[in-house]
């Protein structure tokens, strides 16, 4: 089956950096999406990693390994507004379609 | 522009009863996709259209479920009969960009909270 782990909780202080994991068990990976959340909100695109490596995006970053199944999120200068659900989504390509499926999201919480 | 645009924003129904949530796209994205969000499933792909075109509705639990884009600016996702279980927030996103394609950013609607007594 396809699995997607993400830690459920994490706390963090204002002005410091927390890395968010997603940990992924999947077959045909063809991408990997990052978004955020604010409670009773609508999720919003963080980035997007096809590829090994880092993208940078501002304070946001993701990184992405392949061999390794892994990937994570790492918000630099955090700042009260970053307290959120962030959701890691795998695209998966199966029998000549796309999938999107999304992990349980790991809800953020920046403390003063 | 406006954002995707979802009504009813709540609602509030009997099981057996006809629901029926509707979705405006931004203009100018050629694609569109239905979720539901739960605490216990999270968030779901439910089906997905291009150009007013159903791609893949694999994520339709059940027969009850069923989505319509009849024109470039506007689909609809109707559930008949509904059940207690079917309560989620049904999110409604479009993109200009194919799911197949690369950095698929997609814009989100804000949502319609559905219970189903």
């Known amino acids: 089956g396809q699995n997607i782990d993400q830690p459920t909780e994490m706390t963090a202080t204002e002005g410091a950096i927390v890395q968010i994991n997603c940990t992924y068990q999947t077959s045909g990976f063809n991408g990997l999406f990052w978004y955020q959340q604010h409670a009773g909100e609508a999720p919003t695109f963080l980035s997007y990693n096809v590829l090994d490596g880092l993208e940078e995006k501002g304070r946001f970053s993701s990184f992405l390994s392949r061999s390794k199944g892994y990937s994570y999120l790492l918000l630099k200068e955090l700042q009260m507004k970053d307290s959120a659900s962030y959701l890691c989504?795998?695209?998966?390509?199966?029998?000549?379609?796309?999938?999107?499926?999304f992990g349980s999201g790991t809800r953020l919480l920046v403390r003063p | 522009d406006a954002g995707v645009i979802q009504s009813p924003r709540h609602e509030v129904t009997e099981m057996g009863q006809e629901v029926t949530l509707r979705c405006k796209p931004i203009s100018g994205h050629d694609y569109l996709f239905w979720y539901r969000q739960t605490m216990m499933r999270g968030l779901e792909l439910l089906i997905y259209?291009?150009?007013?075109?159903?791609?893949?509705d694999s994520g339709m639990p059940e027969d009850r479920f069923s989505a319509k884009m009849p024109n470039a600016s506007f689909s609809t996702l109707k559930i008949q009969p509904s059940e207690p279980r079917d309560s989620a927030v049904y999110f409604c996103a479009s993109s200009s960009v194919p799911l197949a394609g690369g950095a698929n950013e997609q814009f989100f609607g804000p949502g319609t909270r559905l219970t189903v007594l």
């Open positions: 989504a795998v695209r998966l390509l199966m029998d000549s379609s796309y999938k999107l499926i």
């Open positions: 259209f291009n150009n007013n075109v159903p791609i893949d």
